[in-house]
């Protein structure tokens, strides 16, 4: 049993805002009651990570308010190490306000994170992280799209976690509004996809970032940049993967799988990244990866909430033993 004192093998960061879901659909204007919950694509994948048995730190600031002590509280709740999660007693926690979409549409999002806490983020911040302790470092685009020290500190943990020699994933979950430009967004991330290992595009995403069209372009671009495998999410069709096996660069993919209801489809796409970063530090093939992605992927989306439907171990291993897992030996 590890020591509570033991630092985390798997670190995420980024802005953890506090969430509230209207209770009914409609307008946002129109909507008198919500649920309050948490939401943020790197703690998502954090969250579905330590529900997987990873022990997985925090690092990020919330405000000194109720809703930092919410998300704080709710993480730990998860499983989440918070150690590196800062107080900030001078910037507020961010919030998010999300309609209720009908019959599985994208559902209307409203954002008040400027100037947040995390916003505010910067190398200092990761001060105390023991890297040597690292095993795997988590990724996205949003936070070096937050502010320049936010920037900084993507810069930072990235270079930090390649010196200490462990793996790196990192899906670029864009947010063009927070950018001053589609080409300032594409260089940063183009450039941060190439000191990963593991890239995860979605497919538009990997279009509008590299001016390719198809998965295979799309895949070389980032190989050739310096990455070890690049994983393309394709919607319902499925997935793709391109990199190295057994010592030689293969490329496969992997057919998605039905979904009994699409309910709420934010999420999936990290869903599918704890499915493939799970399976990948499992030790399991690519094909696996990819085959465990799309599952939990399409079982998030049956569930309303971000990461509501990110399963436990015990839950992955019903749905893995019901569905057969395919396998490259």
Excluded at 225 to 235: D, E, H, S
């Amino acid at each position: 049993m590890r020591s509570p004192d033991t630092p985390p093998e798997v670190l995420a960061f980024g802005e953890a805002m506090t969430m509230f879901v209207a209770e009914h659909q409609g307008e946002l204007s129109d909507v008198e009651h919500f649920q309050r919950r948490i939401a943020g694509a790197d703690t998502n994948v954090a969250i579905g990570l330590a529900r997987l048995g990873r022990r997985v730190g925090w690092l990020s600031r919330v405000g000194n308010d109720g809703f930092g002590r919410y998300i704080r509280r709710t993480l730990e709740a998860e499983g989440l190490d918070c150690r590196y999660l800062i107080n900030d007693p001078e910037h507020p926690t961010g919030l998010v306000f999300k309609e209720r979409a009908a019959d599985g549409a994208d559902p209307h999002v409203e954002y008040f994170r400027r100037g947040s806490a995390a916003s505010h983020l910067s190398p200092d911040d990761a001060a105390a992280v023991d890297f040597g302790a690292l095993r795997h470092l988590h990724a996205t685009g949003i936070p070096p799209a937050l502010s320049p020290g936010c920037r900084e500190l993507s810069w930072h943990m990235l270079d930090k976690a390649r010196e200490a020699g462990a793996s790196i994933s990192f899906d670029p979950n864009l947010r063009p509004s927070l950018w001053d430009s589609d080409a300032e967004m594409a260089t940063t991330l183009n450039a941060m996809a190439a000191k990963s290992d593991w890239v995860l595009p979605g497919l538009a995403e990997g279009q509008r970032l590299t001016g390719l069209s198809s998965h295979q372009d799309i895949a070389d671009f980032y190989l050739e940049r310096g990455a070890k495998a690049v994983i393309i999410k394709l919607g319902p069709e499925g997935s793709y993967y391109r990199g190295v096996i057994g010592g030689r660069e293969q490329s496969l993919m992997v057919p998605g799988l039905p979904a009994a209801e699409v309910v709420d489809t934010v999420g999936a796409g990290d869903g599918f990244a704890v499915g493939v970063i799970s399976a990948l530090l499992d030790g399991r093939s690519p094909r696996e990866a990819l085959h465990r992605g799309n599952l939990i992927g399409a079982e998030a989306v049956q569930v309303r909430g971000d990461m509501e439907g990110l399963p436990h171990r015990a839950r992955l291993e019903q749905l893995e033993a019901l569905i057969d897992t395919p396998t490259d030996r």
